[in-house]
């Protein structure tokens, strides 16, 4: 794999016959020079039409400009339906223009701030089939965001940014936190795109904003709003292996209120053939069904263009197969080692998300805005185990052999409660300044039962409640140069739990067309009430535990070519340390074998480029390129300095072209590939990189009608996505949706 000091030899060496050589890292500092130097004559190119339609996921179309943003509509326009066979559509601008919240907490564009930032809007999750949040995030660069354990809709999802697992990235909704303070993350396969107007995705960190967990970098998903006329969208698809989905979304404004409510519903059986050579197995997974039903409504009144008070709620009910994997019996106690495949176990989720905002403009201007949230939410898991006998392999020479099973239950429950206060000012025409105060107090009961003799074993029963000052003052210096610094105080009801992260970004525009940007953050990551308290000698919590922190640097350019493309690259380090990590015990003290330490350091150097340009009137290409070396510099684990950490370092190529009009009509083929990575610490065990290609079909059958037809992984590529977890294969479906 070509990497800067990347060396795993386990990479997919794709990367060398899809990357151009100026984007292969020996050229870099020679594409850097070209790009700074690049003029291309415009007058070749036709000038955009009035009649322009919002570009592609190619093109990387931007939603509307801030103030055009209250009111986009949330369901997405009928298209355009004139005597125009062609359009052009100017891409550069357009992707700098979209509305980031993100990076400052407030209305921006992406050019507004010095951060590197990737967004997909609602149009490009429809084009390209995105059925949940964790979907959405295939083609974005800086993030390896698979799942762990499957390909399906229901597969548990797994965030990687720049070194960081699932842990140490922050998922935010609107932006506020969701994160599962009881055992850490959050499953983005639990968010349907139904009720996705666009993801916001930040690398690199952002806890002078928001806090814990954002050590590798935020996920931002903002749901829908209200449009001014009465809409509905209603959806029907139909696809492999028993999928279907229907979802209804309606839409007003009356008077000074104004609504969504919507319903969708998704299921299927996922019974698809598969086989694990290192197992010899071949089969039809089973227990693999899945079904998820979510409700959702947003409620605004506006009595003046200066007061809105919102309400949302959003309810997310899913009952999931949980197949398990095949066991592998080489290498002995590997990672596949103590897989078995189930036949009845089963995961439970019911969340409840419930949202109460005020925005209140100050003074006579619009310069001056009040902001405050309070909101709370209800996350419940259960596991069923309720598989009788597997068979697991026993012995040495391992032998495989159908065993009893453990019945019993594991449910979590957690419920938070918070609230968010802000003022954003701008001062000065080019002073702006956002602070504010933020709180959360979340309660997580872990318990145990037996199904066979129904005793009930408690697990931990504990609280963290975490507040904190924050401020970030941007100042533009002249008309070219801008500089933003922040700070936060967290405040914890844990002992080690206070953090002060400051946070410094500059970005200078060389020439109208080139701008260099550089940035520094510091993170930090709370430890999560597992890691504190579990009470299970096996992996017994630490009270001590002092909270892993991160310091990010990155430094990058934006080069528009043109007025057809735009070119970004950006060269990141990351460094974690205090990294919290199981730690065995043996032999065991005091009948405890395992416990949470803070273990070691760990070192992400890598670099993230992103292409967007329109090749042909109406033909657009992007390509997303991110390189991750995540090396670990010190550990008490025997063998692991040195080493790469599992799972964080598989490099991402993602390549897509596509064809779109006025008209409504879509056609893109993409390409996903992502390199080896090894999947322990010591680098004995890998598994080997993919790479897929999926067709998308979209055309208007009726002014109100829309047909799509997806072809998932069309050559029917064969992987896993953890060792005896395989991949579902080719799939096709099949959409119609409905717009009045």
């Keep these: 794999m070509i990497r800067t000091i990347f060396t795993s030899s386990s990479k997919s060496s794709l990367t060398t016959y899809f990357l ?34 919002m570009p592609s996921p190619i093109a990387q179309d931007p939603s509307s400009t801030n103030s055009e943003q209250k009111q986009n509509n949330s369901i997405p326009p009928k298209p355009k339906v004139d005597d125009t066979s062609e359009e052009e559509i100017t891409v550069a601008g357009k992707i700098l223009n979209r509305p980031v919240t993100s990076t400052q907490r407030r209305d921006a564009t992406l050019q507004d701030g010095t951060r590197p930032a990737y967004t997909i809007n609602r149009q490009e999750i429809e084009q390209q089939g995105a059925r949940t949040a964790k979907e959405a995030l295939k083609f ?19 965030q990687f940014i720049r070194g960081s697992n699932t842990n140490q990235v922050l998922i935010l909704l609107d932006g506020r936190p969701i994160n599962n ?43 829908t709003r209200p449009t001014e006329r009465f809409a509905a969208n209603a959806k029907v698809e139909i696809g492999s292996y028993g999928l279907n989905e229907q979802s209804l979304q309606l839409s007003q404004k009356v008077g000074e209120f104004s609504y969504v409510v919507g319903f969708s519903r998704t299921q299927a059986q996922n019974n698809y053939p598969f086989t694990i050579p290192e197992a010899g197995f071949s089969g039809v997974r089973t227990n693999n069904d899945g079904i998820s039903n979510t409700s959702n409504i947003k409620l605004e009144y506006q009595p003046s263009d200066r007061t809105k008070l919102s309400l ?29 495949l189930t036949d009845n176990n089963r995961k439970y989720t019911d969340q409840v998300f419930v949202d109460l905002g005020l925005e209140q403009k100050l003074g006579e201007g619009n310069d001056s805005l009040l902001s405050v949230r309070v909101y709370s939410d209800r996350l419940n898991t259960r596991f069923d185990n309720r598989t009788a006998f597997a068979n697991t392999l026993v012995g040495s020479p391992p032998v495989l052999t159908n065993t009893p099973q453990t019945q019993q239950r594991f449910e979590t429950r957690q419920n938070s409660l918070g609230f968010q206060i802000q003022h954003n000012w701008k001062f000065a025409s080019t002073q702006n300044i956002t602070y504010g105060l933020d709180y959360r107090s979340t309660n997580a009961i872990n318990e145990t039962t037996n199904l066979t003799t129904n005793l009930l074993s408690a697990g931990y029963n504990a609280s963290i409640s975490q507040g904190a000052l924050f401020a970030q003052y941007s100042n533009d210096l002249t008309d070219r140069l801008n500089i933003t610094a922040g700070l936060r105080q967290e405040f914890s009801s844990l002992v080690n739990g206070s953090v002060t992260t400051p946070a410094l970004g500059i970005k200078y525009a060389l020439t109208d067309s080139t701008t260099v940007r550089a940035n520094y953050i510091r993170n930090f990551r709370t430890p999560t009430i597992t890691n504190l308290f579990n009470p299970s000698p096996s992996n017994i919590g630490n009270p001590n535990l002092l909270p892993e922190t991160g310091d990010s640097y990155d430094i990058g350019i934006d080069q528009k070519l043109g007025e057809i493309g735009l070119f970004r690259l950006t060269a990141f380090s990351n460094n974690i340390s205090n990294l919290i ?45 991110t390189a991750n070396d995540p090396r670990i ?12 950490l599992r799972f964080a370092g598989g490099d991402k190529l993602s390549l897509g072209l596509s064809y779109e009009d006025a008209q409504g009509w879509y056609a893109g083929l993409l390409m996903s590939s992502l390199g080896g990575f090894p999947t322990n610490n010591t680098n004995t065990e890998f598994l080997s990189g993919q790479t897929t290609f999926d067709l998308r079909l979209r055309g208007p059958i009726t002014k109100q009608i829309t047909l799509t037809v997806g072809i998932e992984n069309i050559f029917d590529q064969r992987f896993q996505l953890f060792a005896g977890f395989p991949d579902g294969g080719r799939t096709i479906r099949s959409s119609l949706s409905f717009q009045f």
């Design 581 to 625: 990590a199981f730690q065995s015990i043996s032999p065991p003290a005091n009948g405890i074998s395992g416990t949470y330490q803070n273990l070691g350091q760990v070192v992400t150097t890598g670099i993230e480029a992103a292409l967007n340009i329109r090749v042909a009137p109406n033909v657009f290409l992007f390509a997303n390129y």
């Design 181 to 223: 303070v009881g055992s850490g993350g959050f499953d983005l396969s639990t968010i349907p795109s139904s009720l996705i107007e666009r993801i916001e995705v930040i690398p690199g960190g952002g806890s002078t904003l928001y806090g814990s967990d954002a050590i590798g970098g935020i996920i931002n998903i903002i749901t």
């Design 312 to 340: 949302t709620g959003f309810y997310v009910a899913q009952n999931y197969g949980v197949p398990g994997g095949v066991p592998i019996p080489s290498p002995l106690f590997g990672q596949g080692y103590f897989n078995s």
């Design 20 to 53: 151009p050589q100026p984007l292969q890292i020996g050229g870099l500092s020679g594409l850097m020079l070209l790009l700074l130097g690049v003029s291309m004559p415009m007058e070749i190119f036709a000038k955009p039409t009035e009649n322009q339609t």
């Design 140 to 158: 974005l660069p800086s993030i390896l965001g698979g799942g762990t354990v499957g390909t399906e809709f229901n597969a548990l999802s797994g």
């Design 633 to 644: 510099l010190s550990s008490v684990n025997a063998g692991e300095n040195g080493k790469e």
